[in-house]
């Protein structure tokens, strides 16, 4: 059994930042790409930020220099730094990642349960 559990989801004034965590537990032998999706009221979940296991990072457009992706392998963690926040940002924030359980077994794709942010005045 694998779980991801995100937290430092919050309510953060227009301009402001907020870090967000994400943290597998459970079965894992090898963790691949780790990355952060989001899903805004009445709208698709869409793609924000990946990360490799080698650590490079890729990003939606929307970005625009605003956040940040990086991961620790050693503790199974995926962060997003968001700067310059915009009451766009607004959406429930999930994190996504491909594990392997065991040597030589599948990967399989595994989502937290997400945390909310907020971006209002």
């Known amino acids: 059994q694998v779980q991801l559990v995100e937290s430092g989801g919050g309510l953060v004034q227009p301009g402001g930042s907020l870090s967000l965590t994400c943290v597998a537990s459970?079965?894992?032998?090898?963790?691949?790409?780790m990355a952060w999706y989001r899903q805004a009221p009445g709208k698709e979940r869409e793609w924000v930020a990946l990360?490799?296991?080698?650590?490079?990072?890729m990003y939606a457009d929307f970005v625009e220099g605003r956040f940040t992706i990086s991961r620790d392998n050693a503790k199974n963690t995926v962060y997003l730094q968001m700067n310059s926040l915009k009451p766009e940002d607004t959406a429930v924030y999930y994190c996504?990642?491909?594990?392997?359980?065991?040597?030589?077994?599948?990967?399989?794709?595994?989502w937290g349960q997400g945390t909310q942010v907020t971006v209002s005045s």
């Open positions: 996504d990642a491909y594990i392997v359980s065991a040597a030589w077994g599948p990967e399989r794709r595994y």
């Open positions: 459970g079965n894992i032998f090898n963790i691949n790409a």
């Open positions: 990360i490799t296991r080698g650590g490079s990072p």
